[in-house]
């Protein structure tokens, strides 16, 4: 009886989840506009002096040097995070523009991979952390983003590069 139930619960989800990408007028198939990685704080990333300021002085009390010094590295963390992040959707938006030219490929499905590509790398990586202590429980989270960031920006780079849907497509039967 639970498998059962299981089974009719998950059944659609599971169809779902691997169902083609709904396409286009043009029979391209759709991809969202922003690459939508599913984060906490994704893409609201505040690195003002004002908020990093902030951060610091709620977490530590340390002379005005150190002080002052962990607010500049916890925006330099921030920031860039932010670069990352705008990076990888940069470069989502050259893969997005290419695959809307191709009714061949499911770029819907290709754009839900490389979230979840993403998002897996930053879950693992936060698994292996300890959080970091004092102002690196800001900082942490923001280095695991970038490193997972920057390789979701390579991986769809070379994905890009190594379709060259730009090249003249072979004729039918050649």
Sequence with gaps: MVRLIAASLFAPLAAAAFAPAVAQEDGAPSMPATLVIGYELEGHIDASESSCRAFVTEVVEWDQEATDQAVRDVCAARQKHLDAYRALQGAYGKFRAALQKQIRFDG?????????????????KWALSTGGHNVR?????????????ETGREVVAKETARLNIDAPQPRSGH
Excluded: R, T, W, Y
Aim: net charge negative.
């Design 108 to 124: 819907g499905a290709a754009a839900k991979a490389l979230a979840s590509l993403v998002k897996s790398c930053i879950d693992m």
């Design 137 to 149: 429980i800001d900082i942490v989270p923001n280095e695991i983003a970038v490193a997972c960031l």
